[in-house]
């Protein structure tokens, strides 16, 4: 973990420097939270988050980790090795083994044990007058030629290139717009997800995606739900700040919920059969 004398030197780092030089009030009167932003790389969104030791590079990152990290494997290649990494985690202390047998590795929670990370994800929610705590930090250390198949995710994210390139294909999703599960494409629309799809399933990316080149420093913001998928042109080192507040149903069901307990013939069990 960051030692706490590291904090005095950390540069601040709040949605101003994330977004430099694009002005703060222009994405949140046209981008926040609904439409994407690429901006090409700056140096200026670099130096604080690369002047945390840990963030220099993926071992640095994997000697402080406290959780497991979650492994990716390669777009291409072994099969075996598909197969036995899967959908699976390892402790930190074997993810590098992993990593150089071609396997991404996914940091979660980074802030639960970088505390600058702590300090940078409070700064920006209180310029996106969020909730403390409804933003996490994740990190994604991938190889040359390793990537992400197309699909899309609940939340919202703002993404910092750190170290090498990354090719993105990004599209609106008008499939499921909004959606509150992660979805790969070539699966079936499943439960919730099912009730809200419109239209067919999808076998590729929509028409109307376009694709760039994210080089050092260059951030991408993509809004809740955009499809994407991702190609690492060399290896790669990115840092990604998730915002998780809660859906609108979710606040409105807490809410009913809250006066219906009041009433003792709601708290009582159903007798309802299967």
């Known amino acids: 973990m960051t030692d706490l004398s ?5 540069e601040v780092f709040d949605l101003e420097q994330l977004l430099s030089p694009y002005s703060v009030s222009e994405f949140l009167t046209s981008h ?3 439409a994407f932003l690429y901006l090409e790389g700056n140096g200026k969104r670099l130096a604080a988050p690369l002047s945390i030791r840990e963030l220099t590079d993926v071992e640095n990152l994997a000697r402080v980790c406290k959780r497991d990290v979650i492994l990716w494997p ?21 993810a590098l083994g992993f990593y150089d047998a071609g396997v991404t590795l996914y940091f979660t929670q980074v802030e639960s044990y970088v505390l600058p990370i702590r300090q940078m994800l409070r700064s ?5 007058r969020l909730s403390p705590g409804t933003m996490e930090c994740e990190i994604f250390a991938s190889r040359k030629g390793s990537g992400t198949p197309v699909h899309f995710d609940h939340e919202i994210n703002f993404n910092i290139q750190l170290k090498g390139k990354k090719r993105w294909t990004i599209a609106k999703n008008t499939s499921a717009p909004s959606p509150l599960t992660h979805f790969k494409i070539y699966d079936t629309p499943m439960g919730d997800l099912a009730s809200y799809w419109e239209g067919p399933v999808l076998n590729e990316i929509p028409s109307n995606s376009r694709s760039f080149l994210a080089e050092e420093g260059s951030l991408v913001f ?30 409105v069901i807490k809410l009913i919920r809250a006066e219906l307990i009041k009433d003792e013939r709601w708290r009582k069990r159903s007798m309802i059969q299967k």
């Open 222 to 251: 993509l809004p809740q739900g955009y499809w994407h998928s991702t190609v690492c042109e060399t290896d790669s080192l990115a840092l990604s700040f998730v915002a998780k507040p809660p859906s609108w149903a979710s606040i």
């Open 6 to 10: 590291d904090l005095k030197t950390i």
């Open 32 to 34: 926040w939270p609904e």
């Open 124 to 128: 920006i929610e209180n310029d996106l």
């Open 74 to 94: 390669p777009k291409n290649g072994n099969t075996s090795l598909h197969e036995h990494v899967a959908d699976q985690s390892c402790p930190p202390n074997l």
